[in-house]
T-cell receptor
Framework: EPEVTQTPSHQVTQMGQEVILRCVPISNHLYFYWYRQILGQKVEFLVSFYNNEISEKSEIFDDQFSVERPDGSNFTLKIRSTKLEDSAMYFC???????????FGPGTRLLVL | GESVGLHLPTLSVQEGDNSIINCAYSNSASDYFIWYKQESGKGPQFIIDIRSNMDKRQGQRVTVLLNKTVKHLSLQIAATQPGDSAVYFCAENLGPDNNAGNMLTFGGGTRLMVKP
């Protein structure tokens, strides 16, 4: 069964450093998403991406965040200058159609020290 | 803002019993609902979904019920097994005809514990 994959599984970084989280969505899916989950809290929407541009973003997704689809398979989330409160699990997801079932990757656990 | 919420944070059931996990939503414009299962250290795993034009949908050992009148969603798991132990989230989506149709809003989660 096709699945969303993410790398790395864990990332530790110093406050102020840039991180790039990588995702490979399901190959025939057209819509891509990033969500995050702070430990013990709800899964929160960050951003959705379609046709090489952001289609929606939440208040969390400020100027420190950016997304990119650098090639036909990868989808990345960049945090330019990490803060302590960026520590969370970051999940990539994809859907085949607008409003369809979102399939999530295993997540990247980001720890900012 | 409107949000999805859950009634019970923890549900403990005996192996073999049926489980019912509940979810209340407040956005009457929501068109699409999904239940996810999340095991420790893993991403949310799609279980079953339902659109607002339906009130029941069945999968393998799982049934989702939607009551739009009272804005209530439930997940029923038949013959619960130890492998069903996880946190279950409901999520809502405003549907493809809405400008926010891509964004899922998650509830807080219910932890299901299955006793052998």
């Amino acid at each position: 069964e096709p699945e969303v994959t993410q790398t790395p599984s864990h990332q530790v970084t110093q406050m102020g450093q840039e991180v790039i989280l990588r995702c490979v969505p399901i190959s025939n899916h057209l819509y891509f998403y990033w969500y995050r989950q702070i430990l013990g809290q709800k899964v929160e929407f960050l951003v959705s991406f379609y046709n090489n541009e952001i289609s929606e973003k939440s208040e969390i997704f400020d100027d420190q965040f950016s997304v990119e689809r650098p090639d036909g398979s990868n989808f990345t989330l960049k945090i330019r200058s990490t803060k302590l409160e960026d520590s969370a699990m970051y999940f990539c997801a994809s859907t085949e159609i607008l409003g369809g079932s979102a399939y999530f990757g295993p997540g990247t656990r980001l720890l900012v020290l | 803002g409107e949000s999805v919420g859950l009634h019970l944070p923890t549900l403990s059931v005996q192996e073999g019993d049926n489980s019912i996990i509940n979810c209340a939503y407040s956005n009457s414009a929501s068109d699409y609902f999904i239940w996810y299962k999340q095991e420790s250290g893993k991403g949310p795993q799609f279980i079953i979904d339902i659109r607002s034009n339906m009130d029941k949908r069945q999968g393998q050992r799982v049934t989702v019920l939607l009551n739009k009148t009272v804005k209530h969603l439930s997940l029923q798991i038949a013959a619960t097994q130890p492998g069903d132990s996880a946190v279950y989230f409901c999520a809502e989506n405003l549907g493809p005809d809405n400008n926010a149709g891509n964004m899922l809003t998650f509830g807080g989660g219910t932890r299901l514990m299955v006793k052998p």
